[in-house]
């Protein structure tokens, strides 16, 4: 088992940034895929907005592209999305996600959740 807990989250005016972190613990695979995702108020689904491949490229949504910036230090077994230009289009639950594969197949796992609100 994975335990996530996002933070970092709050109120923000238009054009202003948040860091958002993601703490991972429990049992962590050597080799995992870590994400971020948002859901906007009145939305079922969780939009995919920035994605770490290990050794491969950082994908990010359109949307996002050139204002957020995913990373993540395997030492703290944090993830962060760092977002910046924030826009009141950008007001989400955000939440993480870990993929990673297990005895039994490809297991995931999602965090809480952390709201921001970008507004005036």
């Known amino acids: 088992q994975v335990q996530l807990v996002e933070s970092g989250g709050g109120l923000v005016q238009p054009g202003g940034s948040l860091r958002l972190s993601c703490a991972a613990s429990g049992s962590i695979a050597a080799i995992n895929y870590v994400s971020w995702y948002r859901q906007a108020p009145g939305q079922h689904q969780r939009d995919l907005l920035a994605a770490l491949t290990p050794g491969g490229p950082t994908n990010y949504a359109d949307s996002v592209k050139g204002r957020f910036t995913i990373s993540r230090d395997n030492a703290k077994n944090t993830v962060y999305l760092q977002m910046n230009s924030l826009t009141p289009e950008d007001t989400a639950r955000y939440y993480c996600?870990?993929?990673?594969?297990?005895?039994?197949?490809?297991?995931?796992?999602w965090g809480q959740g952390t709201q921001v609100t970008v507004s005036s």
């Open positions: 996600n870990l993929k990673q594969y297990e005895a039994h197949g490809v297991s995931e796992y």
